[in-house]
């Protein structure tokens, strides 16, 4: 993997649940990793959906191999200031990198 690549900046998120005084539970994001990324593909496709049309944009970003970023329904990539839910990770060789599936999706 070449550093040269490695020209974007988005930030790995996983949702926590914090408990306030009152002892209500909220959800918030916290930043697992801020890391260098490159974009491979960007792609946009409408589809139908139940109650109308809805977009729904797909990107893959390769990176360096970071432990802990799993395929959970917790998890996010936060780019260029949109958050894009994780749809599939690969494992590139042997702990050299990651490849991230993720999509955003607007209705």
């Known amino acids: 993997m070449k550093s040269g690549r490695l020209d974007r900046r988005l930030q790995i998120q996983r949702q926590t ?4 005084p009152a ?3 909220s959800g918030t994001w916290a930043t697992l990793a801020t890391v260098r990324a ?3 593909q960007q792609s946009s496709t409408e ?4 109650h ?3 977009e729904r944009a ?4 390769r990176l360096r191999f970071i432990p802990g970023v799993d395929l959970l329904l917790t998890d996010r990539v936060l780019f260029n200031g949109q958050a894009h839910n994780l749809v599939e990770v690969k494992e590139i060789g042997r702990r050299q990198g990651l490849e991230l599936r993720c999509e ?3 209705s």
Not at 17 to 20: G, L, R
Not at 47 to 50: H, M, S, V
Not at 58 to 61: D, E
């Open 58 to 61: 797909a990107i893959i970003f």
């Open 38 to 40: 490159e974009v491979l």
């Open 104 to 106: 955003r999706v607007r």
């Open 23 to 25: 002892g209500t539970v």
């Open 52 to 54: 109308g049309e809805a």
């Open 47 to 50: 589809f139908l959906r139940e």
């Open 17 to 20: 649940e914090t408990i306030s």
